[in-house]
């Protein structure tokens, strides 16, 4: 290894955010030495989108993000913008294919070749990369900068350097060795951290109502799903312990415990239409016949727990008519809870945003230490937003370096 005063900066993770802020440093004649906990670099990108990688959305922008300062990510955002993205990209032969919602993923479908494009580019450039290193402590040294201690091969090294930066992610996926390192370190630089949530996460379902959707489990279904702040238009998915699918993970962001979420299950219809349209064609035909049509038999035959399906379309009264437009576009569900970080995409909260310059992300205490990616509050939706929260943060973190 090079001598500590050879450095520039010592990146503290070596996901998607620490090997972009990398080879960014690398482009400006800067060295960098990327100290990564697992075996390998880039552990999230390979398991993201079932190993296809998701690398980027077409229409990110600031507001679809959640942070206490919505604004915050403007900065990064139009200093390397989604064109950025792409072209980065395919300088090296990673072409992207729009699969739905400007979701791109490599046309290869292979996220390893994310990856190897960050690993050929830092061993051109000469970025050195420990893996296997566990950070066990940063302080601040007497002659300034920062000297860090780090476990390699159960034995414990320290190295100083002038500038560190903290790209070591959130919680989600503890199995994958994720920890609340970069949130202890802000805390122990004086540096305020939101409360921090699961978030992009399936919601469980309990008591009474669990066995109504655990009968239901595998089917999937196109809906709108709301709540006071936000609704999305995707799939979601019943389960053996609840709901998941896209909609749901997406709204799981913006939902609290204790609240209800509202599921409009035929948002590209209305349910009294079809059944009028469907008197004027066969009124004997029943509302158990016509719910066959609109969703899966297993499904039709759940909702006829609630729904007067045994009548004829032509003897529907408006009473009932009031109910099944209810229980059709005002489906209410209150979650019980979540599934937890194991489950989780990604976390929600992290090191406040008012402690961080939005053009360097560099501390505003702390000279020289920046964080960014997933242990910054700021959390984008399901669909490439949260790569693309970690690419442009790592570019701007490279620029002051």
Request: net charge neutral; proline share 3%; hydrophobic share 35%.
């Amino acid at each position: 290894m090079k001598n500590n005063q050879d450095f520039d900066a010592v990146i503290i993770g070596g996901g998607a955010c620490g090997l972009m802020c990398a080879v960014q440093a690398g482009y400006l004649g800067k060295k960098v030495l990327i100290l990564e906990k697992n075996d390998k670099v880039g552990a999230k990108i390979l398991i993201s989108g079932g190993g296809r990688c998701n690398y980027a959305n077409l229409y990110a922008t600031e507001t679809n993000f959640i942070s206490q300062n919505p604004h915050f990510c403007k900065s990064a955002f139009s200093q390397f913008t989604v064109q950025d993205t792409i072209n980065f990209f395919e300088t090296y032969g990673i072409t992207g294919h729009e699969k739905t919602l400007g979701q791109l993923f490599p046309k290869s479908n292979n996220a390893k070749d994310i990856v190897r494009i960050f690993e050929d580019l830092c061993s051109e450039m000469g970025q050195e990369i420990i893996c296997g290193a566990e950070v066990k402590g940063v302080s601040l040294s007497e002659s300034g900068g920062f000297v860090i201690s780090y476990e390699k091969n159960s034995r414990l090294k320290t190295l100083s350097c002038t500038k560190v930066v903290v790209t070591s992610g959130g919680l989600p996926i503890p199995k994958m060795g994720a920890t609340d390192f970069g949130l202890k370190l802000a805390k122990q630089f004086g540096l305020r951290v939101t409360q921090t949530a699961p978030a992009l996460v399936p919601l469980t379902i309990t008591g009474k109502d669990g066995e109504w959707y655990a009968q239901l489990s595998g089917n999937s279904i196109f809906c709108r799903v709301s709540n006071e702040r936000i609704s999305f238009e995707e799939n979601i998915l019943f389960t053996h312990w609840g709901i998941s699918g896209p909609a749901i993970l997406q709204i799981s962001s913006y939902w609290r415990p204790g609240e209800s979420i509202h599921i409009d299950l035929l948002p590209n219809g209305n349910i009294k239409d079809l059944i009028e349209a469907g008197r004027v064609i066969n009124g004997r035909k029943t509302l158990a016949g016509l719910m066959s049509e609109i969703y899966t038999k297993r499904f039709a035959d759940a909702l006829s727990k609630f729904l007067p399906v045994t009548k004829n379309l032509a003897s529907l009264t408006k009473d009932d008519l009031s109910e099944i437009e209810k229980m059709i576009h005002f489906f209410e569900v209150k979650p019980a809870g979540d599934k937890g970080y194991d489950k989780a995409e990604v976390m929600r909260g992290g090191v406040d945003t008012d402690e961080l310059s939005s053009k360097t992300l560099e501390s505003k205490k702390v000279p020289g230490l920046f964080f960014g990616g997933e242990c910054v509050d700021v959390t984008g939706w399901l669909g490439g937003y949260n790569f693309q929260w970690a690419w442009s943060s790592g570019y701007i973190m490279a620029q002051h370096l």
